[in-house]
C-alpha cells in the first residue's frame, strides 16, 4: 500500500523509495496462507502484515461477495494484544487480549528495541525456512541480546507442582516489564 503524494497529477511520473529489500521469493515464504479458509497474512511495502480474504473458489464452490453483508465462513477474527499503563502504578502495565476482525488487523515487521529498529521479516523468512535445531539456535541467540546478566538481577518463582499452570501464571502477570528480561529461576514448594 502506497499513498501518493497529495500534489500528484494524471499522467505525472512519481518516484517511490520503497523501504523493502524483499524478492518476492522471500515475500512469498513470509505469507501465511490459509486456503481452506480463504485468508492469507501478507507482507505489505510497509512493512507491516495484512490480513486478506481470496475470494473466489472457497471449499469447491464459487462464493460471491455480494450474496450476503453477514456471511460466517467469511467472518474470520486474530488476537490482538493491547497494552495500557494502570492509573495506580506506573511500572506496572495492564494487558488485554482482544478479538478483532481479520480484515481490521494489521502488525508492523519492525520492532524497535530488536534489530536497530529494522525490519524482522527478512531475518524470518531466512530461518523460517530452516530445520528445528537452526531456529531453536537463532532464538537463543534472540534471547540472549536482550537477557539481563544473572548478577544484575534474577526472578525467583515458587510454584505448586500441583497447581503448575495457575502459580506461574500468577508470577508471570505479576512481573513488571522491565523485570521480563531478567533470567527466571522456578522452584517448587516443599520440595528440595
Same mark, same amino acid.
Given at each position: 500500500?502506497?499513498?501518493?503524494?497529495?500534489?500528484?497529477?494524471?499522467?505525472?511520473?512519481?518516484?517511490?523509495?520503497?523501504?523493502?529489500?524483499?524478492?518476492?521469493?522471500?515475500?512469498?515464504?513470509?505469507?501465511?496462507?490459509?486456503?481452506?479458509?480463504?485468508?492469507?497474512?501478507?507482507?505489505?511495502?510497509?512493512?507491516?502484515?495484512?490480513?486478506?480474504?481470496?475470494?473466489?473458489?472457497?471449499?469447491?464452490?464459487?462464493?460471491?461477495?455480494?450474496?450476503?453483508?453477514?456471511?460466517?465462513?467469511?467472518?474470520?477474527?486474530?488476537?490482538?494484544?493491547?497494552?495500557?499503563?494502570?492509573?495506580?502504578? +506506573?511500572?506496572? =502495565?495492564?494487558?488485554?487480549?482482544? $478479538?478483532?476482525?481479520?480484515? !481490521? @488487523?494489521?502488525? *508492523?515487521?519492525?520492532?524497535?528495541?530488536?534489530?536497530?529498529?529494522?525490519?524482522?521479516?527478512?531475518?524470518?523468512?531466512?530461518?523460517?525456512?530452516?530445520?528445528?535445531?537452526?531456529?531453536?539456535?537463532?532464538?537463543?541467540?534472540?534471547?540472549?541480546?536482550?537477557?539481563?546478566?544473572?548478577?544484575?538481577?534474577?526472578? +525467583?518463582?515458587? =510454584?505448586?507442582?500441583?497447581?503448575? $499452570?495457575?502459580?506461574?501464571? !500468577? @508470577?508471570?502477570? *505479576?512481573?513488571?516489564?522491565?523485570?521480563?528480561?531478567?533470567?527466571?529461576?522456578?522452584?517448587?514448594?516443599?520440595?528440595?
Amino acid at each position: 500500500m502506497v499513498t501518493c503524494p497529495a500534489n500528484a497529477r494524471p499522467g505525472q511520473k512519481i518516484r517511490f523509495q520503497l523501504p523493502i529489500k524483499l524478492s518476492s521469493d522471500e515475500i512469498q515464504s513470509i505469507k501465511l496462507n490459509y486456503q481452506k479458509d480463504g485468508w492469507v497474512r501478507c507482507l505489505s511495502t510497509d512493512l507491516t502484515f495484512h490480513w486478506i480474504r481470496s475470494e473466489g473458489e472457497v471449499d469447491g464452490q464459487l462464493k460471491d461477495s455480494r450474496d450476503l453483508t453477514w456471511a460466517f465462513e467469511r467472518i474470520a477474527f486474530v488476537r490482538e494484544l493491547r497494552s495500557s499503563a494502570t492509573v495506580s502504578s +506506573k511500572s506496572k =502495565v495492564d494487558h488485554s487480549l482482544q $478479538l478483532v476482525p481479520a480484515k !481490521e @488487523a494489521s502488525l *508492523s515487521t519492525v520492532v524497535p528495541a530488536i534489530n536497530n529498529g529494522t525490519s524482522l521479516a527478512q531475518e524470518l523468512s531466512r530461518y523460517a525456512a530452516m530445520p528445528f535445531q537452526h531456529k531453536e539456535a537463532w532464538f537463543r541467540q534472540q534471547i540472549a541480546k536482550i537477557q539481563v546478566p544473572w548478577e544484575d538481577g534474577h526472578i +525467583k518463582i515458587n =510454584v505448586r507442582r500441583e497447581n503448575l $499452570l495457575q502459580d506461574s501464571m !500468577e @508470577a508471570t502477570e *505479576s512481573i513488571t516489564q522491565g523485570d521480563m528480561r531478567k533470567i527466571f529461576r522456578f522452584e517448587f514448594i516443599s520440595e528440595p
